[in-house]
């Protein structure tokens, strides 16, 4: 019995010193960036991008793999069951750890337990926008004008549960209106419907807004984040136009799986901190999109995940939004 | 307006024809021209590989390369469908219809020469549009909301239950079966599952790669098993005697053309509408029109050159919302446009105005493209007929070994290669029991989107149904379903018989009919 106890401990050391080799070299092989969207997407973009940098500060190469489906339940489940060995990382968006554990009654994976996050990528601000024919110029005229005929305007959501629906319900929950939620197959269908007035409005990430507003198609009520952009010093925030506290943002973040030893996940977030402030990097894709940057050590970003986690869940509950 | 189109575009040129922008090109093309034979290894799987290696190069060129892919598939897509009877990529499932029996009759070679000039003709129309026309196309776009999309998908759906061979019965019963299929995953207005029986995997549906290829593919495949050895020499004797087209295959061919070029490009405008809609669309209106059309499905040049046309004016036409609006008509397209963020250009309306040399150089390419891949295509044609000559023990196998990595490649998924296997062996069922697999595609692609927009437009109106003819595309679209639905009872209780008996008697089909008895009947009963 000693005997066996003693041979496990030994095991146990070989292994540690081999996981501590192992880190010190990392990575000695491919990196595999599993994206839970189709190739085009926003997701699929900051994947690219990121593995690109990845791939020329590391001298390995870094794949972009999709594995569309389900929500980024099956791309979340196949990273879960993956070797955690830093080798086959998540690039997700909030919604496989903040929104589905709420959303939907079983998952496939387990949002806390199956992942370690390893750093938050980029926050993408939301803009409420509207077509040019809905008589309303603020967010106080658009809640009077819902105020005054209650569930007679609509808005475009990218999918039930997806951000561009509970930001809207969030945002008619703080509001007190009622307003119709018209659910398309991703963002642009929508947005193209509200430009052709089908729909009054939707909120829409800032990026995708910018040039159908400076075109004439679109107007921009406001902007989801918590202060006015440095770049749209004019337009308003929803929180200052009468909803304190109103925050429409999305955010992507890179995953590993939960047993990853904690020296490759923090080498990655080194690595991911320095990409992230690289002004090259900035100017080429982070903001032309009105990407912003979430820096922060993997701790910070488990503790952003905690507090956006607990806003969706009572947004969900207040919406009474649940997919069976 | 003409003239500065015509300036932008001699400048356009002058871009597309600097040597490394030129180069870029004809990597494109004929990368694209390569994947496109290839079953399932579509354009987007090939443009997600290559997108790394643009990172690269200037953003003009990288934008070229890509779209050269997308184009260039769409030319390799029809090979297969037609010498195979293996739809590559569903758009051209409905080219089998009639390829196949004609590469039967020894006429697989002209097929694919009318295929190139169809698709050279589409493209080019779809350019000139996208050169001419971008502004006003999109505001005639922006017009098609949720009703008058879900009336064009019910037209769509009723002029098209009727689109193979055989009893009409069982083509609308295959149809239904379509949308049926079409019904699984997740719905869209409440995101409960629907018919997923508990698989993940099914919660987006059933793949469109999977379904086309199973039905075509892998059932077409089964189907050969026992009559293996004398179909495949026949075919290849008699197939290289002409390769060239006549001139009354030419005359024969030029108006379906023209049709299909005119579907394609009105496909290409409405949200949500691709090719595969087109091609289906167009060659159901060509049913129609066609003096003959009892004859459709054995072996009709008319059956093959319209629906490539349409495919091609659509996939050129499908540029014009990409291009002007930045809103990416498929997924395809959003790739391309993700493309061009990396590059840090923010696709939109001012795309147009900000960068003339991508927006005017890739209009050049297009018709550089085009030109190419008719050069690269026209001699290669002898060449994929000689494929024929294969023995099929080694070519089917090899096909499936495609396949597989065709579909795999298409979600990076192992769940979809058991999905092709899975409905091929259904596909197999229902060939042997007479039933035509197209319609249910047609069920199958039409039908979500009928759905989806029938609930939207429900939303909107609140309910109301008079929204379908106040509206006044919907409304057009609605008489033309009350019409067809009409004309099909008129013309029933007019004279049932006077309506099936040419088809029985018609002279014209006889010097077809063997073959197609041999090919049709042979694996319905083998004992006979």
């Known amino acids: 019995m000693i005997a066996l106890s003693r041979y496990v401990l030994v095991l146990g050391v070989i292994a540690a010193g081999l996981a501590s080799a192992a880190a010190q070299q990392f990575p000695v092989k491919t990196i595999t960036l599993v994206v839970p969207a189709a190739p085009g997407g926003v997701t699929d973009l900051i994947a690219r991008a990121l593995g690109q940098r990845f791939s020329e500060s590391l001298g390995q190469s870094v794949v972009v793999e999709n594995k569309p489906g389900a929500s980024n339940q099956i791309a979340a489940e196949y990273v879960a069951r993956s070797s955690a060995d830093g080798y086959t990382l998540l690039v997700s968006p909030e919604a496989t750890v903040a929104i589905n554990p709420y959303l939907f009654a079983k998952l496939h994976y387990n949002p806390t337990k199956d992942f370690v996050p390893v750093a938050g990528l980029v926050k993408i601000h939301q803009a409420l926008v509207t077509n040019p024919s809905v008589p309303v110029h603020t967010v106080s005229d658009l809640i009077g004008l819902a105020k005054k005929e209650p569930g007679a305007l609509n808005y475009g959501t990218y999918g039930v549960g997806s951000t561009g629906h509970l930001n809207m319900e969030m945002f008619q929950a703080m509001a007190g209106v009622q307003m119709v939620a018209i659910h398309y197959k991703g963002a642009t269908p929508a947005l193209t419907d509200v430009i052709a007035g089908h729909i009054q409005m939707m909120f829409i990430s800032v990026g995708s807004a910018v040039q159908p507003w400076k075109a004439g198609e679109l107007n921009v009520l406001a902007v989801g984040s918590k202060e006015r952009l440095a770049r749209l010093p004019d337009i308003p925030t929803v929180a200052e136009s009468g909803l304190p506290g109103f925050e429409a943002a999305s955010w992507f973040g890179l995953f590993a799986p939960a047993a990853t030893p904690s020296a490759i996940v923090s080498q990655l977030n080194a690595l991911t901190q320095r990409v992230l402030s690289e002004p090259a990097f900035r100017a080429a894709v982070l903001d032309p999109q009105f990407f912003e940057p979430m820096p922060g050590s993997p701790q910070d970003f488990a503790a952003f995940i905690k507090t956006d986690a607990e806003k969706w869940r009572r947004v969900l509950k207040v919406a009474n939004v649940k997919v069976e | ?528």
């Open chain 2, 1 to 528: 307006m003409i003239a500065t189109a015509l300036t932008d575009l001699w400048y356009g040129f002058g871009v597309a024809l600097e040597p490394h922008n030129l180069m870029w090109c004809f990597i494109g093309v004929l990368v694209g021209n390569m994947v496109g034979v290839l079953p399932g290894m579509g354009p987007l799987a090939t443009i997600s590989i290559l997108l790394p290696l643009t990172f690269g190069i200037p953003p003009v060129g990288a934008v070229l390369m890509l779209a050269g892919v997308m184009y260039g598939a769409q030319y390799g897509g029809a090979i297969c469908s037609i010498l195979l009877n293996l739809p590559c990529h569903p758009p051209h499932a409905v080219t089998c219809l009639d390829g196949f029996p004609l590469t039967q009759q020894g006429r697989g070679g002209v097929a694919l020469g009318i295929t190139v000039l169809a698709s050279f003709v589409g493209a080019s129309w779809g350019i000139t549009e996208m050169i001419f026309l971008s502004p006003l196309l999109v505001k005639a776009a922006l017009e098609f909301g949720p009703a008058e999309v879900c009336s064009l998908m019910l037209l769509g759906l009723l002029a098209g239950s009727t689109l193979a061979r055989g009893s009409p019965l069982k083509g609308v019963a295959m149809t239904v079966l379509g949308l049926i299929l079409g019904c699984v995953g997740t719905d869209l207005e409440l995101g409960s599952e629907r018919y997923t029986f508990g698989l993940t995997e099914l919660d987006d549906g059933i793949a469109l790669v999977a379904l086309a290829l199973g039905l075509f593919g892998i059932a077409e495949f089964m189907n050969s098993i026992n009559q293996v050895a004398p179909i495949s020499t026949r075919y290849t004797k008699v197939s290289l005697r002409d390769l060239r087209p006549s001139k009354a295959d030419l005359k024969q061919s030029i108006f379906p053309m023209l049709r299909g070029t005119m579907v394609g490009s009105l496909c290409s405008l409405i949200p949500g509408t691709g090719p595969t809609i087109a091609s289906f669309v167009a060659y159901a209106t060509e049913k129609r029109v066609s003096k003959t059309p009892e004859r459709f499905g054995t072996g009709m040049l008319e059956g093959v050159a319209c629906p490539e046309a349409a495919t091609h004016s659509s996939v050129q036409g499908d540029f014009i919302p990409t291009m002007s609006l930045g809103i990416p008509g498929d997924a395809v397209m959003a790739l391309l446009l993700g493309a061009l963020m990396i590059h840090g250009i923010v696709p939109g309306p001012q795309l147009i105005s900000q960068h003339p040399d991508i927006f005017w150089g890739l209009v050049a390419s297009f018709w550089i493209g085009n030109v190419l891949l008719v050069l690269l295509n026209v001699p290669l044609i002898g060449i994929w007929v000689k494929m024929l000559a294969i023995p099929y023990r080694y070519l089917y196998p090899s096909a499936l070994f495609f396949v597989c990595i065709g579909v795999y490649a298409a979600n990076n998924d192992m769940f979809q290669v058991g999905e092709v296997i899975v409905i091929g062996a259904f596909g197999y069922l229902l060939l042997r029991l007479g039933f035509h697999p197209a319609p249910i595609l047609l069920g199958f692609v039409l039908g979500p989107r009928f759905e989806e927009n029938f609930r939207r437009a429900m939303l909107i109106s609140r309910g109301d149904l008079g929204v379908f003819v106040e509206r006044p595309i919907s409304a057009v679209f609605v008489a033309l379903c009350v019409g067809l639905i009409g004309m099909q009872i008129y013309f029933r209780l007019r004279g049932a018989k006077a309506d099936l008996e040419p088809a029985a008697e018609n002279g014209g089909v006889s010097d077809i009919a063997p073959i197609e008895l041999t090919r049709r009947r042979a694996p319905v009963r083998p004992a006979e």
